[in-house]
Structure formats: C-alpha cells, structure tokens
C-alpha cells in the first residue's frame, strides 16, 4: 500500500488504452488522491507519456513507477513535479506537445529563464479558474476549469516561444 501523502512528491498519472483517444496524462499534488490540477487526454498523452520518463532518464533524474492495471503513477521529486506540471498546463491547448518538450527539459535542468514567473502564470491559473467556476457554477475532474486552462496555456506558448 502506498503513503496517500508523501511531502515534496508530485504524482504524475497516465492511463493507457488500446484506443488511444481513451489514454490520458495528468498530475497530481500534494497527494496521490488530490484532484488532479490538470488531465490532458487523447494521442497526446501517450507522447507526453513516453517523453517525460525518456527525460528523466536521459538527465538521471530519480522517480519511482506504481502500475495498477493499466494506469501508471510516476511518483515525482518536487522541483521536477513542478516544471511537469507548468509544462502541462503549457501544452494542454496545443495539438502538438512536443513541439515545445524542449521548455520541459530546461525547466528541470533549471536553464529556463523567467521561472518564476511561470509559477505565478499558474498560480494565475488557480485564481482564474475558481473565478470561472463560481460565475459559471461549473465544476470539473481537474483542479483547474477547461477555460481557465486553455487560455493560461496560450499565455504560457507565448512566454515559451518569446524567449526561446
């Protein structure tokens, strides 16, 4: 049995499916039962999927993999989770991810500039959703309100490719 709450660890989730329209890739803090702050679905997932554990293995960055049937938490030191997280909400209005894997790397590498500023991009994200959520009283699976994430993903593109 696995600890529900493990401090400085981010859980990234990924369900896979023959169907790849029915995989998904999300992240999860502080917890692996907190709701998830963002899910992206579909082709899309699976290449996040196999690109983030390529990463960290490729720069030897330490993670742990829980497999219950077919889904799969990567258990994430915190820094790491951090930069996951950022660049899936970055990537979550784009119909293709990859195109902007290279941001994910410097993040963790601590190479990317204006890092912080993501943080409050996300936190702005938080903020914007639950705004959202209360005008429209409409809730979701995710943390963040679909809304909320497409328009703060298309800010956080924009910072991306501005300073690549």
Request: aromatic share 10%.
């Amino acid at each position: 049995m696995t600890d529900t709450l493990k401090e400085g660890v981010y859980y990234l989730f990924y369900k896979d499916s023959e169907n790849p329209k029915r995989c998904y890739i999300g992240i999860k803090y502080p917890g692996i039962d907190s709701t998830p702050f963002i899910i992206i679905g579909g082709r899309r997932s699976r290449e996040l999927y196999n690109f983030i554990l390529q990463l960290l293995d490729n720069n030897g960055i330490k993670y742990s993999i829980i497999e219950e049937g077919s889904e799969k938490t990567v258990e994430l030191p915190l820094a790491t989770g951090l930069a996951t997280s950022i660049f899936l909400l970055a990537v979550y209005s784009s119909l293709k991810p990859l195109k902007y894997a290279a941001s994910l790397e410097k993040m963790i590498l601590g190479k990317m500039p204006f890092t912080k500023y993501f943080v409050i991009i996300t936190q702005l994200a938080t903020e914007l959703s639950n705004y959202l959520e209360r005008r429209n009283k409409q809730y979701s699976k995710q943390a963040l309100n679909k809304e909320a994430a497409k328009t703060v993903s298309k800010m956080l593109i924009q910072l991306i490719k501005g300073i690549q």
